[in-house]
């Protein structure tokens, strides 16, 4: 199932996206988020700037380009959160815009060993807290 551009939630300042994440920062191709739902601490999302439905679209430099900027934002999650592990999720069955869930996972935290959930609805931040998750993983892009 092909999304309408002009109705994506990465294509369009839209509304249903600013309720899931708050925006981080741009990177090389894509533009990385934090995600309002923090069952696992520390999880973000990375959308490509263009409306493509999967990976095996996108030319070998537009892969190689994404994926660096998914892994520098992994690598400052890395950092910032010191994680045991960050589960990577690229689900695009009902919105097909290409993006990856990045999903750190800790030892005695929820669902360790197993899949994350999309959206447990579980714990929420104040607003100073997302702000300094964004800023300390911003500065750990920087680096």
């Keep these: 199932m092909y999304s309408d551009p002009k109705e994506c939630i990465y294509c369009t300042k839209h509304e249903a996206r600013e309720a899931l994440m708050l925006p981080i920062c741009d990177l090389k191709v894509s533009k990385a988020f934090l995600f309002k ?3 696992y601490r520390g999880r973000c999302l990375v959308a490509y700037n263009g409306h493509v439905n999967d990976l095996n679209e996108l030319s070998d430099d537009e892969r190689n380009a994404f994926m660096a900027d998914v892994a520098k934002v992994t690598r400052a999650m890395q950092k910032v959160f010191q994680p045991e592990k960050i589960n990577y999720g690229a689900y695009s069955d009902k919105l ?5 869930h990045l999903a750190p996972k800790y030892v005695d935290g929820p669902d360790y ?14 607003d100073d807290e997302y702000n300094k998750m964004i800023e300390d993983i911003r500065a750990a892009i920087e680096k």
């Design 96 to 100: 097909s815009h290409l993006h990856f």
């Design 113 to 126: 060993g197993g899949t994350f959930r999309m959206n447990p609805g579980e714990v929420y931040l104040t």
């Design 37 to 39: 739902e923090q069952t």
